[in-house]
């Protein structure tokens, strides 16, 4: 009893935390349509015979996999469970339906459940398609805290909570190690989204493993398992990289602020020592949202992009010699790594950096802060075990973030759900 008036709770608070959204969007549709309804008639799970599994996304927004490393993992579980054939629909929780990424994703054949219609409509969707449901996977903590009351209510599907990275156990640590108050409270607050999240689930994943063992610790009743942050295709491999390519890169959106922080640290620390010994490398920074601050840095040998399209930040990377992630706090596996290793881009991190990746060690350079600038300069002149680094995460990544690694971390703790016919 107590279980189902704490999700009719959080389905109330849900509906008030919404409630200027919809008028809003009714106004919006009013001021568009002359009318406040839809014409058309909300879509069924199952229509025209189809008889595939359902699965239900929720994240904080539409995917932009060529903006952050967030969206890239989620875009991945999207592609990856259609490609099992599944049926895939996505609520978008802010319900913008960013382009062109919403259109993308409704080509790839994903039922998408956003824009001002479903603003209004989605609790609506949600009772006539609950129970047609198969499964529903719930993105990042504060999203769960806010729609697992709704879908508890609508479905008897598992959920399926990805956590993405353990924020209130990174920013504890930052708040002691940097001494800011700000981050403990944030800390706080995160753990209780977290824990509302990971007790609402009934599978829990994080892609690091450390934080799983840690959870598993503090929840010993709950199903905790890693996941792989993404799954990548397998890469275009060239024993002779090395000697065509030159310059450091670090990609990062700065709307996350570990990443302005690393930037800022290693510009101020590490790139006088690597600057002065090597005279004609530049510093490449990509990211969406660059800071004032990080504008600011922009010269002759630092070249600040900001948002770069997917396909001109990879030919910067396979231009690059090394790429840095000189972090100084920050959670989980940073998807900045994975992506530069498959890109065949030998990676220079932090501890930190490397948190959660301790057994793809031998494929990265990992320096103590107060040696990064001369562990960087080290590795830029040294081809061979540029190569070696190279040839080692590519391998790495085939055995532990591909499709078929993906598929058999799922497979192991679904129990079946992902061969299961469909209900």
């Given at each position: 009893?107590?279980?189902?008036?704490?999700?009719a709770?959080?389905?109330?608070?849900?509906?008030?935390?919404?409630?200027?959204?919809?008028?809003?969007?009714?106004?919006?549709?009013?001021?568009?349509?002359?009318?406040?309804?839809?014409?058309?008639?909300?879509?069924?799970?199952?229509?025209?015979?189809?008889?595939?599994?359902?699965?239900?996304?929720?994240?904080?927004?539409?995917p932009?996999?060529?903006?952050?490393?967030?969206?890239?993992?989620v875009?991945?579980?999207?592609?990856?469970?259609?490609?099992?054939?599944?049926?895939?629909?996505?609520?978008?929780?802010?319900?913008?339906?960013?382009?062109?990424?919403?259109?993308?994703?409704?080509?790839?054949?994903?039922?998408?459940?956003?824009?001002?219609?479903?603003?209004?409509?989605?609790?609506?969707?949600?009772?006539?398609?609950g129970?047609?449901l198969?499964?529903?996977?719930?993105?990042?903590?504060?999203?769960?805290k806010?729609?697992?009351g709704?879908?508890?209510?609508s479905?008897?599907?598992?959920?399926?909570?990805?956590?993405?990275?353990?924020?209130?156990?990174?920013?504890?640590?930052?708040?002691?190690?940097?001494?800011?108050?700000?981050?403990?409270?944030?800390?706080?607050?995160?753990?209780?989204?977290?824990?509302?999240a990971?007790?609402?689930?009934?599978?829990?994943?994080?892609?690091?493993?450390?934080?799983?063992?840690?959870?598993?610790?503090?929840?010993?009743?709950?199903?905790?398992?890693?996941?792989?942050?993404?799954?990548?295709?397998?890469?275009?491999r060239?024993?002779?990289?090395?000697?065509?390519?030159?310059?450091?890169?670090?990609?990062?959106?700065?709307?996350?602020?570990?990443?302005?922080?690393?930037?800022?640290?290693?510009?101020?620390?590490?790139?006088?020592?690597?600057?002065?010994?090597?005279?004609?490398?530049?510093?490449?920074?990509?990211?969406?949202?660059?800071?004032?601050?990080?504008r600011?840095?922009?010269?002759?040998?630092?070249h600040?992009?900001?948002?770069?399209?997917?396909?001109?930040?990879?030919?910067?990377?396979r231009?690059?010699?090394?790429?840095?992630?000189?972090l100084?706090?920050?959670?989980?596996?940073?998807?900045?790594?994975?992506?530069?290793?498959?890109?065949?881009t030998?990676?220079?991190?932090?501890?930190?950096?490397?948190?959660?990746?301790?057994?793809?060690?031998?494929?990265?350079?990992?320096?103590?802060?107060?040696?990064?600038?001369?562990?960087?300069?080290a590795?830029?002149?040294?081809?061979?075990?540029?190569?070696?680094?190279?040839?080692?995460?590519?391998d790495?990544?085939?055995?532990?973030?591909?499709?078929?690694?993906?598929?058999?971390?799922?497979?192991?703790?679904?129990?079946?759900?992902?061969?299961?016919?469909?209900?």
């Amino acid at each position: 009893m107590k279980k189902s008036t704490d999700q009719a709770s959080l389905s109330r608070r849900f509906k008030q935390i919404l409630r200027r959204r919809r008028k809003e969007a009714a106004a919006w549709l009013r001021l568009k349509t002359g009318r406040s309804t839809c014409p058309a008639c909300l879509p069924d799970v199952v229509t025209g015979g189809d008889v595939r599994r359902s699965i239900l996304f929720i994240d904080s927004k539409v995917p932009e996999p060529d903006r952050d490393a967030g969206s890239r993992s989620v875009f991945a579980y999207v592609k990856f469970f259609l490609r099992a054939g599944w049926s895939v629909k996505f609520i978008a929780d802010n319900f913008q339906a960013s382009q062109p990424h919403t259109r993308r994703l409704e080509e790839m054949g994903v039922e998408m459940l956003a824009g001002d219609y479903y603003l209004l409509h989605w609790e609506k969707w949600l009772k006539r398609n609950g129970l047609l449901l198969d499964a529903v996977f719930i993105s990042r903590s504060h999203v769960a805290k806010q729609w697992l009351g709704p879908v508890r209510l609508s479905t008897r599907a598992p959920v399926l909570f990805y956590g993405h990275d353990l924020l209130s156990h990174t920013l504890r640590q930052a708040g002691e190690e940097l001494g800011n108050p700000q981050f403990l409270q944030a800390a706080r607050d995160h753990e209780v989204a977290e824990t509302v999240a990971i007790s609402g689930a009934d599978f829990t994943f994080y892609p690091s493993s450390e934080e799983v063992r840690l959870l598993s610790q503090r929840y010993p009743e709950k199903r905790i398992a890693r996941l792989p942050l993404c799954f990548f295709e397998p890469p275009q491999r060239n024993g002779d990289e090395a000697k065509t390519r030159k310059d450091i890169l670090f990609v990062g959106g700065f709307d996350h602020r570990p990443n302005e922080d690393a930037v800022l640290w290693f510009v101020a620390t590490a790139w006088p020592i690597v600057s002065k010994q090597w005279p004609d490398c530049v510093f490449h920074v990509a990211g969406s949202q660059p800071t004032e601050k990080i504008r600011a840095l922009a010269a002759k040998r630092i070249h600040v992009h900001g948002y770069l399209p997917e396909n001109d930040l990879a030919a910067l990377h396979r231009n690059c010699r090394l790429s840095v992630a000189p972090l100084r706090y920050g959670g989980g596996i940073k998807g900045k790594i994975l992506q530069a290793m498959h890109l065949g881009t030998p990676v220079v991190t932090t501890p930190i950096g490397a948190a959660g990746l301790d057994w793809l060690r031998p494929t990265m350079a990992v320096c103590p802060l107060a040696d990064f600038g001369n562990g960087v300069a080290a590795l830029y002149g040294d081809e061979p075990r540029q190569t070696d680094l190279r040839q080692n995460a590519w391998d790495f990544l085939a055995a532990e973030f591909s499709e078929a690694a993906l598929r058999t971390a799922l497979a192991s703790v679904l129990d079946g759900l992902l061969t299961a016919p469909h209900h």
